[in-house]
């Protein structure tokens, strides 16, 4: 085995200092950590939302909840609010976390299927903890010694300050002994063998490694500039290209939840911190031009405009390899999605994750790096799979980008999804699919895809069966959420706490 000696990450954005955090926190004193970063360049400065799964990342780091809280303004996330998704005037929450509960060998939801058949159902937003507390704007956290209530099954994320985010996490890779080093790359260096050698820097440095992971965002200076893996276009599904983000004060209440408004020609984003609020539009330049995308986003802001709109560009899609040689892309350079379910951070954890379990030796064999890719690949295209359905699921036909989602033809492992739920309201989680069962129920019931029957089974229960069954989930629930506090307050709560 010839060990690795020297790991560079090239970009300090989130990407660049998640990944140092955790290569820093696991490797200290094992393997040298540099990260290069450029001021003068800057970071993308969006990415602010997340989903639950960066607890598990937090968790890695031991980072304590509260100060993290603290030190990025953050608000807690139960999950997002769809507003005009499927008809204009309807909205749902795709709410983190269980529907109800399983009962014999079923998902509550066949029940819930066959109970609302028969107009005898409520709202499925009352079987889900996370999207009642949501409505009501409260919070807590789960308490582990209530598992048989439904407030032991709270799942959250959070929102946060990405520029906080980037400085809390900077200051624990340093802590770590992971070196910075300020400087613009303006030229790579390859190896006879086709590897990356090195990167110089303005001011005529350079800097050596043996693995170098790409951490420069859309431009992946890397991966592409010098290796030039290639990228798979995914445009056709998701056609936005193109977004605008503009701050504004804080106003009350604080939402725990992120609100998703479809427009004209794409979706606005709003996302409550504790000192302001992040708003965005993503469109689609082939169907809203740049000035009626800012005018819409700009008089729609509930709030004082803090600051000047940044204008960003991207293009849906991956990288046909997100490890290629020496060098691995995470983050923006690895491909971009779309922030429509707030993937982006939880991409970047889970390839800094990858990249730990299987961290190569100098050797860089073949197997290791096509691992890495074909469940970096998977990942992808499913989490991929999820936000195309919310576009797809639409009942609208009042702007060219509606009619053209629509009628747009689907990728043949969605289509399977969907004509499998349709049959008998049936979802399976496949392999370390990001999704569970829940998000998909809660999208395709909150934007009108109904199956045509349940499970069969749902025939062992009596109708009196199935309404009590409900109605304690929902009559449970209602207490619950009652007995929550304000999200606002737990938050000071939080916040106050040393
Ligand atoms: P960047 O932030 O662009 O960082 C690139 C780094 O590389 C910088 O430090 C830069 O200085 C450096 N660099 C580049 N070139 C050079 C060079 N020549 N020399 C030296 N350094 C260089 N994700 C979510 O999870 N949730 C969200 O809500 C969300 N919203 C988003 C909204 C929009 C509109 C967009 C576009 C993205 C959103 N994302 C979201 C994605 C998220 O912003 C990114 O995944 C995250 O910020 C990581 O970006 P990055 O670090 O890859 O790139």
Redesign the pocket.
């Known amino acids: 085995m010839r060990s690795m000696r020297k790991v560079l990450i ?7 200092w998640m990944t140092a955090a955790l290569l820093g926190k696991l490797f200290h004193g094992i393997y040298e950590i540099e990260l ?3 001021e003068a ?4 400065g ?5 989903i639950p799964a960066i607890k598990k990342y937090n968790e890695l780091l031991d980072l304590d909840e509260n100060s993290f809280m603290r030190m990025t303004q953050g608000t807690f996330k139960l999950g997002i609010q769809f507003v005009d998704w499927w008809k204009k005037g309807e909205s749902y929450i795709h709410g983190f976390g269980v529907i109800g509960q399983d009962w014999e060998w079923l998902r509550c939801h066949h029940y819930w299927l066959q109970a609302n058949a028969r107009g005898s159902a409520r709202d499925l937003a009352d079987y889900s903890i996370n999207t009642a507390a949501s409505l009501a704007n409260k919070f807590m956290r789960a308490r582990v010694d209530m598992s048989e209530s439904p407030i032991g099954h709270i799942a959250h994320a959070f929102h946060f300050d ?1 520029s906080l985010y980037a400085r809390f996490l900077r200051g624990f890779a340093e802590d770590r002994g992971v070196r910075r080093t300020e ?3 303006t030229s790579v260096e390859m190896a006879d063998n086709g590897n990356i050698a090195a990167i110089h820097l303005e001011g005529d440095r350079r800097i050596e490694a043996d693995l170098f992971v790409d ?5 992946g ?1 890397l991966i592409e500039g010098a290796l030039q893996t290639g990228y798979e276009d995914w445009s056709h599904w998701l056609p936005c290209d193109r ?1 605008i ?1 503009v701050p504004c004060a804080r106003t009350e209440p604080l939402t725990p939840y992120t609100r998703s408004t479809a427009r004209d020609g794409g979706w606005q984003w709003r ?1 409550p911190l504790q000192h302001r609020t992040g708003n ?1 539009h ?1 469109f689609a330049s082939r169907f809203v031009d740049e000035a009626e995308a800012e005018r819409q986003l700009l008089d729609s802001l509930d709030g004082e405009q803090l600051a000047e709109p940044n204008r ?1 560009r ?1 293009q849906t899609g991956k990288r046909r390899k997100m490890w290629n040689r020496n060098c691995v892309a995470i ?3 690895a491909g ?1 999605l779309e ?1 429509l379910e ?5 991409l ?1 954890q889970a390839a800094a994750i990858r990249l730990v379990k299987l961290f190569p030796d100098l050797h860089f064999d073949q197997a290791t790096i096509d691992e890495f890719n074909r469940q970096s690949d998977f990942e992808w295209e499913r989490t991929r799979d999820f936000i195309i359905l919310h576009y797809w699921a639409t009942e609208r036909e009042d702007s060219e980008l509606w009619r053209h989602c629509r009628s747009m033809e689907l990728p043949a492992t969605l289509q399977r999804k969907i004509d499998l739920w349709r049959a008998h309201g049936r979802i399976f989680r496949e392999d370390d699919e990001l999704f569970a069962e829940e998000s998909w129920i809660q999208v395709l019931i909150g934007q009108g895809i109904m199956p045509r029957a349940w499970d069969p089974l749902v025939a062992i229960k009596s109708d009196a069966e199935i309404d009590e069954f409900l109605g304690n989930i929902a009559s449970t629930i209602d207490r619950c959420v009652q007995v929550m506090p304000a999200h606002g307050d737990y938050i000071q709560a939080v916040c106050r706490a040393e």
Not at 46 to 50: C, M, N, P, W
Request: glycine share 22%; aromatic share 6%.
């Open positions: 090239v970009g300090g954005g989130s990407a660049g290069v970063e450029s360049i800057g970071t993308i969006v990415g602010e939302a997340t990405a400087g613009k790359v951490c420069t965002g859309f431009r200076l977004a983000a996302i965005g993503v960003l991207f983050g923006l350079s971009f922030p707030s993937t982006s951070l939880h970047i």
